[in-house]
């Protein structure tokens, strides 16, 4: 179905903001943006908020946490980062996987089991769109993933 885009990432921050603020995380957002994508409201909430959930663990306090996203001809990249701990570049091909876990003492402290990106991948997939992280050990993470979009460019439609 078709489902704003924006609208779900508000209702992701509303709900994780109060652990984000806790350890003085900013989430920044852009500005009111409305872009119709194809996917499920409440699959794309899991999306958000399981790559929010990493993005607040990974990262340390007063640190900020960026949404932003690439409108291109027919889908919407989304990108998700974070100036945390970052991803050794060895590990970046697994980290989708199933009970994966880097960072093994930080997640047991949490109770991490590693599902939270095999959730996320599965779910885009199944919207047929695509999946990725880029990272940087000590600088941070930029997790995105692709979704079609269901409107069109301005200057397609008026033509
Ligand atoms: P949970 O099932 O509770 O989400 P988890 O967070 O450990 O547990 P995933 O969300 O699947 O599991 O993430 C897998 C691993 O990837 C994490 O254990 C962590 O090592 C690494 N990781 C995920 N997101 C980030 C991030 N933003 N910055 C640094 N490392 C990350
Ligand atoms: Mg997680």
């Known amino acids: 179905v078709a489902v704003d885009l924006y609208e779900v990432l508000e209702r992701a921050v509303d709900r994780i903001g109060p652990t984000a603020s806790e350890r003085g995380i900013r989430i920044v957002i852009p500005p009111r943006d409305p872009v119709q994508v194809w996917a499920e409201p409440d699959m794309l909430l899991q999306v958000f908020l399981n790559l929010l959930a990493n993005a607040i663990h990974y990262s340390p306090p007063q640190s900020t946490i960026r949404v932003t996203w690439d409108v291109l001809v027919d889908r919407i990249k989304v990108h998700v980062q974070d100036n ?73 439609r008026s033509r």
Do not use: C, M, N
Not at 112 to 124: P, Q, S
């Open 84 to 156: 945390g701990i970052g991803i050794p570049q060895e590990s970046l091909d697994r980290v989708f996987e199933r009970f994966y876990r880097v960072h093994k003492d930080r997640s047991r402290a949490s109770g991490g089991t590693g599902l939270g990106l095999a959730i996320v991948k599965h779910i885009i997939s199944s919207l047929g769109g695509e999946v990725g992280v880029e990272s940087e050990e000590g600088k941070g993470s930029d997790f995105w993933f692709t979704l079609s979009r269901l409107d069109r460019p301005v200057s397609a």
